[in-house]
């Protein structure tokens, strides 16, 4: 079963720091694009950040460039957003999202919440 | 960046009932327009690609048309299930993807 599992959300203070992993299973996770897309409370879809397949061609919306870094460790299967400086705007759940034999984004996590206030 | 203009932003209507959605993109788009549904608390779901292309396991009930900037979603029978929040997304040029801001369909 193709799979991607989302783990590291949390409560945080604004400033500070926090690190998503996604797990992914099911499927060759080394040929494909990943990408990050949160949704704030009660609020629609906004795409965050995308890796190609060997992490070399990475891109950021701009409201987290600068602050968030996406990685991959395609040895593990890992997916990762590090997200630093965060503000009380970030707060959302977060997607980990993969598109397998589609142009769009068919394989969603469960999501993680990331609550960021003091 | 492309913007996407779901309208309504919400609306209501019967088990049974037909049901349309249009999503408006900015510029032209080609047929690079997606169809999601969500459900409170859980991940969204693919229901149409490539503007007209029913995804695998979903409803034959479900259909989308349009290319360029204007798209429709729709909906023939409404059934209790298919009461959710629906969004459109363009991947013609990206990035970013985006989005449309939602189009809530409530049960009359």
């Known amino acids: 079963e193709v799979q991607l599992v989302e783990s590291g959300g949390g409560l945080v203070q604004p400033g500070e720091s926090l690190r998503l992993s996604c797990a992914a299973s099911?499927?060759?996770?080394?040929?494909?694009?990943m990408h990050w897309v949160r949704q704030a409370p009660g609020k629609g879809l906004v795409w965050v950040s995308r890796?190609?397949?060997?992490?070399?061609?990475?891109d950021y919306a701009d409201s987290v460039k600068g602050r968030f870094t996406i990685s991959r460790d395609n040895a593990d299967k890992t997916l990762y957003l590090q997200m630093n400086s965060l503000r009380s705007e970030d707060t959302a759940v977060y997607y980990c999202?993969?598109?397998?034999?589609?142009?769009?984004?068919?394989?969603w996590g469960q999501g993680t919440m990331v609550t960021v206030s003091s | 960046d492309i913007q996407m203009t779901q309208s309504p932003s919400s609306l209501s209507a019967s088990v049974g009932d037909r049901v349309t959605i249009t999503c408006r993109a900015s510029?032209?788009?080609?047929?690079?327009l997606n169809w999601y549904q969500q459900k409170p608390g859980k991940a969204p779901k693919l229901l149409i690609y490539?503007?007209?292309t029913l995804y695998s396991g979903v409803p034959s009930r479900f259909s989308g048309s349009g290319s360029g900037t204007e798209f429709t979603l729709t909906i023939n029978k409404l059934q209790p299930d298919d009461f959710a929040t629906y969004y459109c997304?363009?991947?013609?040029?990206?990035?970013?993807?985006?989005f449309g801001q939602g189009t809530k369909l409530e049960i009359k």
């Open positions: 099911g499927f060759t996770f080394s040929d494909y694009w």
């Open positions: 490539f503007a007209s």
């Open positions: 890796i190609n397949p060997d992490g070399s061609i990475i």
């Open positions: 997304q363009q991947s013609y040029s990206v990035p970013p993807d985006t």
């Open positions: 999202i993969t598109l397998v034999g589609v142009r769009a984004f068919n394989i």
């Open positions: 510029q032209s788009i080609s047929n690079y």
